[in-house]
């Protein structure tokens, strides 16, 4: 770490101010009397006697640094503008560092009659910021949750490449529509002259480009699937799309999907092992690395009890696993608490995993689940075929989490429960030359981040979010 910090520190050198990220400015690397150059934009401006006091931020971090500025200097400043600046560290009163400048260079200005949205010394609602979407990684618990996602999709790579597995980049075009449920977006040209000098015979004239319906990806699944039949343990990370005209709090048209795939897992409680161990681990990893600016975060999602070490002690309990049968027999016998009725045939609403999880008092697993609820390629359990081989990870504010299963590794099985066999036929390949069982899962991004984060709407932990007629930018 310490060359990396002074290769950084050549590199930016100049005019003898050695240039420093507001992160890096630790009396570990950063001693008084050093000659300084720092950038960033002025977060706010306190006029006192003979000085002027500025915090700007860099987007380095959450704490802001300071800078002193003597008036004699007659440097205008104002808020939101970009500066350059250099100077000396001097340790303040309350040996905190702080620059003294010897010269400052506005880079920007930021005309705040103009247009800009956010004023000093003033906090905005969710609704207002998203509003602004090409300027709110200037609002700082916006800059927070930008960089705790970073964070995390760092530490989910890091973890699976730990633990052997194999990164795909599943296609983003596709002609599968893996959960078969209508909700793809159809891909075609724009250019329909295109399309006519492309038209073939017994081609419909939309699908003339690919000759067959082509959509957004709703799901890696399937790809990963054939990837895991020779290289054993594969995930895919990426954007992913769903057409639903649904405007709640936990869905987007496009977001992001970490998804699993392991070859030889045979048993579901394998793959509970597997979703329990990836989310804890990671998760500490997040909160070991990102704690400065998940505590500010937590401060405006959790005035109550933000403090980190009350809101992740879920890390150190087992998850219980509950049966979906168990499951519906606690929601049967609480019904009187619920809005929605329960009816074992149409699943678990998102009241409903909600009221598990209180119930249980943090996360938990709700496993074997009756196989006219779930998809085609879940495997029938072999105790009782009415079943699949499927979990659901239920947890705190977001319900379901993640959802997996062990695959149908029976060919004659599969056959008959697919939804289309010329589409899927190289699907039913799989298990016909060298087959194995595998299982694996799925996991909604950033339904982990809302839920690690306490933010009660999924647009909120996306940089550019898009919903039912919105798309913006």
């Given amino acids: 770490m310490a060359l990396l910090c002074s290769r950084a ?21 950063c001693k008084p009397g050093n000659k300084v150059n720092v950038k960033g934009w002025v977060k706010s401006i306190r006029n006192m006697k003979g ?20 008036k004699e200097k007659d440097i205008d400043i104002a808020y939101g503008c970009s500066v350059d600046a250099c100077g000396v560290i001097v340790a303040s009163p309350k040996n905190q560092l702080e620059l003294h400048v010897d010269t400052l260079t506005e880079v ?37 949750t930008f960089r705790v996602r970073h964070e995390a999709t760092r530490a989910f790579n890091e973890y699976l490449q730990q633990d052997g597995f194999v990164q795909i980049h599943t296609p983003v075009l596709t002609s599968n529509d893996c959960e078969g449920a209508g909700e793809a977006f159809l891909v075609k040209p724009l250019n329909d002259q295109l399309l006519k000098s492309m038209a073939k015979e017994n081609v419909p004239p939309d699908h003339a ?12 699944q399937l790809h990963l699937e054939a990837m895991s039949h020779g290289l054993d343990k594969v995930y895919t990370f990426g954007p992913t799309f769903r057409a639903e005209n649904c405007k709640s709090n936990i869905h987007l048209s496009e977001f992001y999907m970490l998804e699993l795939e392991e070859a030889f897992m045979n048993t579901l409680e394998e793959l509970t092992q597997r979703v329990e161990d990836m989310v804890k681990r990671v998760t500490k990893c997040v909160v070991d690395r990102s704690a400065a600016d998940l505590s500010l975060l937590r401060k405006f999602t959790t005035p109550d009890d933000g403090k980190l070490e009350n809101c992740f002690q879920w890390i150190d309990k087992p998850f219980p696993r509950l049966t979906y049968d168990e499951a519906m027999n606690i929601l049967q016998a609480n019904e009187a608490k619920l809005k929605s009725p329960v009816r074992r045939e149409e699943g678990i609403n998102k009241e409903q995993e909600l009221f598990l999880v ?34 659901d990870l239920l947890v705190p504010h977001v319900g379901e989490l993640v959802g997996g299963s062990v695959r149908e590794d029976s060919y004659d099985r599969l056959q008959r ?29 950033e339904r982990y981040l809302s839920w690690i984060l306490n933010v009660h709407n999924i647009k909120d932990v996306i940089p550019y979010p898009r919903w039912a007629h919105n798309c913006v930018m």
Wanted: glycine share 6%; net charge positive.
């Fill in 358 to 391: 209180e119930h249980c008092q943090g996360p938990l697993f709700v496993c074997l689940w009756p196989k006219e609820i779930k998809s085609f390629y879940m495997r029938e359990n072999a105790e009782n075929p009415s079943l699949v081989d499927a979990l």
């Fill in 9 to 29: 520190v050549l590199r930016y050198s100049t005019r003898s101010y050695h240039y420093y990220r507001i992160k890096d400015l630790s009396p570990e690397k």
């Fill in 209 to 220: 480009y690919f000759d067959r319906a082509t959509f957004l990806t709703v799901s890696g």
């Fill in 108 to 144: 920007g200005k930021c005309p705040l009659t103009e247009g800009y949205p956010f004023y000093p010394k003033k906090s905005y609602p969710p609704e207002y910021i998203r509003n602004h979407l090409h300027l709110r990684s200037r609002v700082n618990s916006m800059a927070s």
């Fill in 417 to 445: 429960k697919l939804p289309n066999v010329d589409v899927l036929q190289w699907y039913l390949d799989l298990r016909k030359f060298g087959s194995v069982t595998t299982a694996g899962f799925g996991m909604g991004f």
């Fill in 51 to 70: 000085n002027l006091f500025v915090d700007i931020n860099d987007g380095s971090g959450p704490h802001n640094f300071q800078l002193v500025i003597n």
